[in-house]
């Protein structure tokens, strides 16, 4: 039972493991989190590693063979892209180790989870084969692309230096993967929750039927029981929740910023797809473009994975709103109970953000898009400007020649 579900956990683990992302090991067995030696060295020389190919790159002259003079402003625009890439995979490498203990409490909390409710194992499938579908296409559509790029110029040492690059920027692929495996528990959890409520206020509806005195009175104990069972289960939920974005904040926030400049250039270098470079070819070009779709893919499930959350505790909420149609007369304690959750609730409400910048909502995605397409848009027109003004330039030059 589960086996696809724990055979896609493993490999996750494992390439987390292998990249060196993860500094230290986890129980496959029991699921228990510790720090060892043998794992801590082996991240620290894998994070080593894939920082050493910065000077490795630039002293190999690819960035060169990659621009082929393909103008000022696009040189500009790849390498703040690539830079920006960069720049996300070594901060959140280096945040791994100064929250190596949160990381590992936060395993354990999600640990005990699904201890004491497996069945949320059945609600991993659906995600993580759509994940494993996405991530695995961008990685390996991102080598084949950065191989054909260099063709030209091929040699051993240039392809490993674009295998390390690639493989740096595709960390960040395997910390998104962490972050919504985490919303997918959680997700899991909260439709437990649901489904638990649901049953709940079904039966005390049915109370209204209830004619015997004593009767009525011990299921009201119970449901009341297993009403507080529930708001303690939300509750922990939802710290575990916030605990999880304290975790994941900087990394998040470095990855908005990849995504949106990553975003930007990609809508730039499609509208101005007459100054492509050369080695550019129809094969590259598609490939680029099931890439890209894959990208989208891998956006939009994880986007999609953090508004399920939300919209799973207004579930919640709607439910308990559904209290003021009971028939008046219920035991003073399941109405008492009712109304604290209802208050815990509303206390409490579920917010996501990132470095308590911005909140993570619907909303917010739609202001992304349209500045993304607002700096695209600026950067083509300063593009053209600069064309034109180059062009003039060289026909004046042209001009006094003759």
């Not at 640990?111 to 609600?123: A, G, K, M, N």
């Not at 049915?206 to 009175?217: I, K, N, T, V, Y």
């Not at 990855?255 to 730039?268: D, E, L, P, R």
């Not at 129809?282 to 999609?304: E, P, R, V």
């Amino acid at each position: 039972m589960y086996k696809v579900e724990r055979l896609l956990v493993r490999m996750i683990y494992t390439y987390a493991r292998l990249s060196g992302v993860l500094n230290f090991e986890i129980d496959t067995a029991t699921g228990q989190p510790r720090t060892t030696r043998r794992a801590s060295l082996y991240a620290a020389f894998a994070n080593v590693l894939l920082f050493s190919v910065l000077p490795m790159g630039y002293s190999s002259g690819l960035l060169d063979i990659l621009w082929n003079r393909v103008g000022f402003l696009h040189e500009y625009v790849i390498l703040m892209v690539l830079g920006l890439r960069i720049s996300c995979v070594c901060v959140t490498l280096l945040s791994r180790w100064w929250q190596r203990e949160r990381h590992m409490r936060l395993v354990n909390e999600f640990r005990q989870l699904i201890l004491e409710h497996p069945e949320v194992i059945s609600f991993w499938r659906r995600g993580l084969i759509l994940k494993f579908i996405s991530v695995s296409g961008m990685e390996i559509g991102q080598i084949i692309v950065g191989l054909l790029s260099v063709r030209a110029a091929f040699s051993f040492s240039l392809v490993v230096i674009l295998l390390m690059l690639s493989t740096m920027t595709a960390l960040l692929n395997i910390f998104i993967t962490h972050f919504f495996f985490g919303l997918l528990n959680i997700h899991g959890h909260y439709v437990l929750l649901n489904r638990s409520l649901r049953s709940v206020m079904a039966q005390t509806r049915a109370l209204e039927s209830e004619q015997r005195h004593g009767s009525f009175m011990s299921k009201c104990c119970s449901l009341a029981d297993q009403l507080e069972d529930i708001a303690l289960r939300q509750c922990r939920l939802q710290a575990l929740t916030h605990s999880m974005m304290r975790v994941f904040e900087l990394q998040l926030f470095c990855i908005w910023i990849a995504y949106y400049m990553s975003n930007v250039g990609g809508i730039y270098f499609a509208v101005l797809n007459h100054r492509v470079p050369t080695f550019v070819t129809t094969w590259l070009i598609l490939l680029s473009g099931a890439q890209m779709l894959f990208y989208i893919m891998d956006t939009t499930i994880t986007t999609n994975m953090m508004y399920q959350v939300l919209d799973d505790h207004a579930e919640l909420q709607a439910q308990l709103a559904e209290r003021t149609l009971f028939r008046p007369g219920l035991d003073q304690r399941l109405e008492a109970v009712y109304e604290s959750f209802q208050l815990q609730l509303a206390r409490n409400p579920l917010r996501l953000n990132v470095l308590h910048f911005f909140d993570i909502k619907r909303s917010a995605v739609i202001s992304m898009a349209s500045s993304m397409i607002t700096n695209s848009i600026v950067l083509i027109q300063y593009d053209i400007k600069y064309d034109e003004l180059k062009n003039s330039y060289l026909g004046v030059l042209d001009q006094k020649q003759d």
